[in-house]
């Protein structure tokens, strides 16, 4: 989409809205195209950045689901040999 630089100043809010949700949105000034206004992951793909370690981390599924306890009913024997 293509907006006039006043309006994409007086709807900044929306013009920054669309761009996460449409694409890329243009803004243009006396007619000719100026600027494009895009979602911060769209520009991060463009410019080939990776992704630091944390933000690796944060981007895996989700663990909400993840079972991690364990029966305490009956401890696990343990063979110490010739100790005893």
Do not use: C, N
Request: avoid cysteine; aromatic fraction near 8%; proline fraction near 5%.
């Amino acid at each position: 989409m293509h907006w006039q630089i006043q309006e994409a100043k007086q709807r900044f809010s929306e013009l920054v809205r669309s761009a996460k949700t449409e694409g890329p949105q243009i803004v243009t000034r006396h007619g000719e195209e100026d600027v494009v206004v895009l979602d911060i992951e769209e520009y991060h793909r463009l410019i080939g950045r990776t992704q630091d370690f944390k933000e690796f981390l944060f981007s895996g599924p989700s663990m909400d689901d993840l079972d991690l306890s364990r029966p305490t009913d009956h401890p696990r024997e343990i063979d110490l040999g010739d100790e005893a």
